[in-house]
């Protein structure tokens, strides 16, 4: 009787939720295409177009985001009542930008960007937040969006698809889609067999692991014209590829980022993904990822580590644990402020981050001594910060080139997104 009293109890709390996602949308995607304009003290938005796009791949059972890990949120309000119904937050290459030193020094720059939420059934509002210098969120653009009168695009194109590990319903899995970026119709074969290292890759490293069994992973099968991916930041010299992905991104040689979000909406449009992971085909050393953007990897030595770190920015909204290489952001984690990423700190809100994990024996911040060198503890040097910022242990995958090392803080954050992401 207490076991049948107890299973009641946990299943009552989800009839609700699921009726809220019903009454308010339909399992479909709503892609908003958007620009993204500014500089350090200032942005603007245009809106591009609203996309129909293929089966929403989100949880139906959890709409509103609990981490707030990322420098912008979209919210989405009814019309008639204002009430919240559904919120994500996620970075972007614009907020990067920002913080370079072109951004500071006001150079106005724009970037294609967009959002994806559950297709809404009512009229409602869409509101744009970003962090400022305190990182507390300010709204910044409003839109309205009316079922049957909004004018919607949708998309025509047929997008071939290969299942690599699929093995749920996508609301009831997280749901990755691998894409090729620099394979020529004649890399067929090479895109089937980097594909299918890259799933191997994901599923044999802690947590992805343990959550194999809600893990799907697709694989576009789209071909264009050449075969690499561009090497300089100059635009000169680019290539005829499906995405024009190009190295240079904010002026850092292996930074790999697609810069023209509006064509890789087109590109997987179709597709159920939580997350998109651009394979590049080149043996150059790079890649880079970003929360709830995209995240990229190339073809090099260190494949199988590169996959799960970048992986660790784009799911799981991981900070870089390291602090001694070039990146091309300054100061991205301002003096007095907590970082919003799971897995570093800067001590000032560290109860809401992992003190929870901590053995009491172990001194905060720790000394970086062979005693606790594989320890859980506070230790100073992270998020491109020598001093200031602390990171959970003496290394980690988002610290070394070290494949399936996430320390427990890490695997606790990835864990948490896929409790979210995934419907029970
Ligand atoms: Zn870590």
């Not at 970003?130 to 009168?149: C, D, H, I, M, T």
């Not at 889609?177 to 299918?196: N, Q």
């Not at 992973?217 to 264009?224: D, S």
């Not at 030595?301 to 799911?315: A, D, K, M, P, S």
């Given at each position: 009787?207490?076991?049948?009293?107890?299973?009641?109890?946990?299943?009552?709390?989800?009839?609700?939720?699921?009726?809220?996602?019903?009454?308010?949308?339909?399992?479909?995607?709503?892609?908003?295409?958007?620009?993204?304009?500014?500089?350090?003290?200032?942005?603007?938005?245009?809106?591009?177009?609203?996309?129909?796009?293929?089966?929403?791949?989100?949880?139906?059972?959890?709409?509103?985001?609990?981490?707030?890990?990322?420098?912008?949120?979209?919210?989405?309000?009814?019309?008639?009542?204002?009430?919240?119904?559904?919120?994500?937050?996620?970075?972007?290459?614009?907020?990067?930008?920002?913080?370079?030193?072109?951004?500071?020094?006001?150079?106005?720059?724009?970037?294609?960007?967009?959002?994806?939420?559950?297709?809404?059934?009512?009229?409602?509002?869409?509101?744009?937040?970003?962090?400022?210098?305190?990182?507390?969120?300010?709204?910044?653009?409003?839109?309205?969006?009316?079922?049957?009168?909004?004018?919607?695009?949708?998309?025509?194109?047929?997008?071939?698809?290969?299942?690599?590990?699929?093995?749920?319903?996508?609301?009831?899995?997280?749901?990755?889609?691998?894409?090729?970026?620099?394979?020529?119709?004649?890399?067929?074969?090479?895109?089937?067999?980097?594909?299918?290292?890259?799933?191997?890759?994901?599923?044999?490293?802690?947590?992805?692991?343990?959550?194999?069994?809600?893990?799907?992973?697709?694989?576009?099968?789209?071909?264009?014209?050449?075969?690499?991916?561009?090497?300089?930041?100059?635009?000169?010299?680019?290539?005829?590829?499906?995405?024009?992905?190009?190295?240079?991104?904010?002026?850092?040689?292996?930074?790999?980022?697609?810069?023209?979000?509006?064509?890789?909406?087109?590109?997987?449009?179709?597709?159920?993904?939580?997350?998109?992971?651009?394979?590049?085909?080149?043996?150059?050393?790079?890649?880079?990822?970003?929360?709830?953007?995209?995240?990229?990897?190339?073809?090099?030595?260190?494949?199988?580590?590169?996959?799960?770190?970048?992986?660790?920015?784009?799911?799981?909204?991981?900070?870089?644990?390291?602090?001694?290489?070039?990146?091309?952001?300054?100061?991205?984690?301002?003096?007095?402020?907590?970082?919003?990423?799971?897995?570093?700190?800067?001590?000032?809100?560290?109860?809401?981050?992992?003190?929870?994990?901590?053995?009491?024996?172990?001194?905060?911040?720790?000394?970086?001594?062979?005693q606790y060198e594989d320890d859980l503890?506070?230790?100073?040097?992270?998020?491109?910060?020598?001093?200031?910022?602390?990171?959970?242990r003496k290394s980690?995958?988002?610290?070394?080139?070290?494949?399936?090392?996430?320390?427990?803080?890490?695997?606790?954050?990835?864990?948490?997104?896929?409790?979210?992401?995934?419907?029970?």
């Amino acid at each position: 009787m207490k076991r049948l009293i107890l299973a009641i109890l946990c299943i009552l709390p989800l009839i609700p939720v699921q009726a809220q996602f019903e009454r308010y949308f339909k399992p479909q995607t709503l892609c908003i295409r958007y620009l993204h304009s500014g500089d350090f003290n200032r942005q603007s938005y245009r809106l591009k177009d609203f996309v129909l796009q293929g089966q929403w791949a989100g949880s139906t059972q959890h709409l509103i985001d609990p981490f707030s890990y990322g420098r912008q949120k979209v919210e989405v309000r009814d019309a008639a009542t204002d009430s919240l119904l559904y919120s994500c937050s996620f970075n972007s290459l614009f907020d990067e930008y920002r913080t370079t030193k072109e951004g500071r020094a006001g150079k106005r720059k724009s970037f294609r960007e967009y959002v994806r939420i559950p297709m809404p059934i009512v009229p409602v509002k869409i509101c744009f937040y970003s962090r400022n210098a305190q990182f507390v969120y300010e709204k910044r653009w409003e839109l309205q969006f009316e079922p049957g009168r909004t004018k919607m695009k949708k998309i025509l194109d047929k997008q071939p698809c290969r299942s690599l590990h699929v093995v749920e319903e996508p609301s009831k899995a997280y749901d990755i889609l691998l894409v090729p970026e620099g394979y020529a119709f004649s890399d067929t074969a090479k895109w089937r067999k980097d594909a299918e290292r890259c799933a191997e890759a994901i599923l044999n490293c802690s947590p992805f692991k343990e959550n194999a069994y809600r893990i799907n992973i697709r694989a576009l099968c789209e071909f264009y014209v050449e075969s690499g991916v561009s090497r300089d930041g100059t635009g000169k010299r680019r290539k005829k590829t499906l995405l024009g992905a190009s190295f240079y991104t904010l002026g850092t040689e292996r930074y790999l980022m697609v810069e023209d979000m509006w064509r890789l909406a087109s590109v997987c449009g179709l597709m159920p993904y939580d997350h998109v992971l651009v394979i590049c085909n080149t043996r150059k050393y790079g890649g880079g990822g970003i929360y709830n953007f995209h995240s990229t990897v190339t073809d090099n030595r260190y494949f199988n580590y590169v996959c799960v770190h970048e992986l660790g920015h784009g799911i799981a909204g991981l900070a870089d644990e390291y602090y001694t290489s070039d990146v091309a952001v300054l100061d991205y984690y301002p003096e007095g402020t907590e970082p919003p990423a799971p897995n570093i700190t800067s001590l000032v809100n560290f109860d809401a981050k992992w003190r929870d994990m901590l053995d009491p024996e172990v001194p905060v911040p720790t000394p970086a001594e062979k005693q606790y060198e594989d320890d859980l503890g506070v230790f100073e040097g992270a998020g491109y910060c020598a001093k200031g910022l602390y990171r959970p242990r003496k290394s980690c995958t988002m610290k070394d080139i070290k494949y399936d090392y996430f320390c427990p803080v890490c695997q606790r954050a990835f864990q948490r997104m896929f409790d979210f992401c995934c419907d029970k």
